[in-house]
């Protein structure tokens, strides 16, 4: 009769949970909220009995099955001879005295020129999608290259449900490539190699916005419009692709 009872009053704070509750949570809502005296051995079995049991684990990422993953279609040759031929794209992280803040960056191969970026404080799909999403919109809106390459290493966020439709909605081929490898996407690397010194590791950052303000400044006024690069012929990124409309014009 006394496990007939604990049964039903397990039943009901199972319930009352949204079937969320567990063993422990289970037993201390019995012993210190309602007052039974009753082991926590007993739960569990009493649980295990009846087939009631609680949420258990983390969030999982929403990730595409094993067998769809992108395979390398770079194989470590970045240089490409025109625009939108193929994409980089990588995540880093750096300290402020608030917490940390990712960036996610897209990089045009051809002119070094960063196409998209996001950036927030936590490194999540949505950084990485939101970044691929700025590079589409404003290299491919109006006229769409086929077969460009978007290239990444094996990152959860990278092989997320979301980042995968984006590029496959938009014609974008995905490619990857191997764990733990860095030259496999050596472009990226340096690239954050270089703003690792030009700027965050030149002062200690108080909070995220004051680190997300200069990230964008380096990005697209920096990077993009002002630093020559010596694989440019000393031009900035936006210069080189100006120059070769002119050219081909």
Same mark, same amino acid.
């Given at each position: 009769?006394?496990?007939?009872?604990?049964?039903?009053?397990?039943?009901?704070?199972?319930?009352?949970?949204?079937g969320?509750?567990?063993?422990?949570? *289970?037993?201390?809502?019995?012993?210190?909220?309602?007052?039974?005296?009753?082991g926590?051995n007993?739960?569990?079995?009493?649980?295990? &009995?009846?087939g009631?049991?609680?949420?258990?684990?983390?969030?999982?990422? #929403?990730?595409?099955?094993?067998?769809?993953?992108?395979? =390398?279609?770079v194989?470590? $040759?970045?240089?490409?001879?025109?625009?939108n031929?193929?994409? *980089?794209?990588?995540?880093?992280?750096?300290?402020?005295?608030?917490?940390k *803040?990712?960036?996610?960056?897209?990089l045009?191969? !051809?002119s070094? &020129?960063?196409?998209?970026?996001?950036?927030?404080?936590?490194?999540?799909?949505?950084l990485?999608?939101?970044?691929?999403?700025?590079?589409?919109?404003?290299r491919?809106?109006?006229?769409v290259?086929?077969?460009?390459?978007?290239?990444? =290493?094996?990152?959860?966020?990278?092989?997320s449900?979301?980042?995968? #439709?984006?590029?496959k909605?938009?014609?974008l081929?995905? $490619?990857?490539?191997?764990?733990?490898?860095?030259?496999?996407n050596?472009?990226?690397?340096?690239?954050?190699s270089?703003?690792?010194?030009?700027?965050? =590791?030149?002062? #200690?950052?108080n909070?995220?916005?004051?680190?997300?303000?200069?990230?964008f400044? !380096?990005l697209?006024?920096?990077h993009?419009r002002?630093?020559?690069? $010596?694989q440019?012929?000393?031009?900035?990124?936006?210069?080189?692709?100006?120059?070769?409309?002119?050219t081909?014009?």
């Amino acid at each position: 009769m006394r496990h007939a009872l604990l049964t039903d009053l397990i039943t009901q704070v199972h319930s009352e949970s949204h079937g969320t509750y567990g063993i422990r949570r *289970v037993h201390a809502e019995l012993t210190l909220g309602r007052g039974v005296q009753v082991g926590h051995n007993q739960i569990e079995l009493l649980m295990r &009995r009846a087939g009631i049991q609680g949420v258990t684990g983390r969030r999982k990422w #929403k990730r595409i099955r094993p067998d769809t993953l992108a395979t =390398d279609l770079v194989e470590r $040759s970045f240089a490409r001879s025109a625009p939108n031929q193929l994409w *980089v794209t990588d995540i880093t992280e750096h300290p402020t005295r608030e917490g940390k *803040v990712y960036c996610c960056v897209v990089l045009d191969t !051809y002119s070094r &020129r960063v196409v998209g970026w996001s950036i927030d404080s936590s490194p999540t799909a949505a950084l990485v999608t939101n970044a691929l999403g700025m590079a589409i919109d404003t290299r491919l809106a109006k006229s769409v290259e086929p077969g460009t390459i978007i290239h990444s =290493d094996q990152g959860v966020q990278f092989g997320s449900w979301a980042f995968t #439709k984006r590029a496959k909605d938009s014609g974008l081929l995905a $490619s990857m490539g191997t764990i733990g490898d860095c030259y496999d996407n050596s472009m990226i690397e340096a690239f954050w190699s270089r703003m690792q010194v030009e700027l965050l =590791d030149r002062q #200690k950052w108080n909070t995220r916005l004051e680190l997300a303000n200069a990230m964008f400044h !380096y990005l697209e006024i920096w990077h993009n419009r002002k630093r020559r690069h $010596s694989q440019l012929g000393w031009l900035t990124p936006v210069e080189f692709e100006r120059n070769r409309i002119i050219t081909v014009a």
